[in-house]
């Protein structure tokens, strides 16, 4: 049976939309939520390309230059409690 999980990360950005990669190919259902500002590096920025590139949802919670969808900390605690279960990385 498929889950909703939410991967839920500050500094491990890019293992994050990894794992959230491979929960699709399980045909899990993932989102990845960044609680601080997206990390300039060249893993992680890889990582939201690939996440980009199949739709997979990947949030921020810092309003900044990545292009992400923003969301405040309250409304992205009011969406996880629509998941299967919390992955905290």
């Known amino acids: 049976m498929a889950k909703k999980i ?12 990894r ?3 491979g929960l699709t190919l399980l045909e899990d259902e993932a989102e990845v939520f960044i609680l601080q500002d997206l990390l300039d590096d060249d893993a992680t920025a890889n990582q939201l390309r690939q996440c980009q590139s ?22 992205a605690a009011q969406r996880w409690t629509q998941f299967d279960r919390l992955v905290t990385l």
Request: net charge negative; with cysteine.
């Open 6 to 17: 939410a991967l839920i990360t500050r500094h491990r950005q890019a293992e994050a939309m």
């Open 19 to 21: 794992m959230a990669l």
């Open 54 to 75: 199949v739709d997979l949802p990947v949030y921020c919670t810092a309003q900044g230059p990545a292009g992400l969808p923003y969301l405040d900390l309250a409304e």
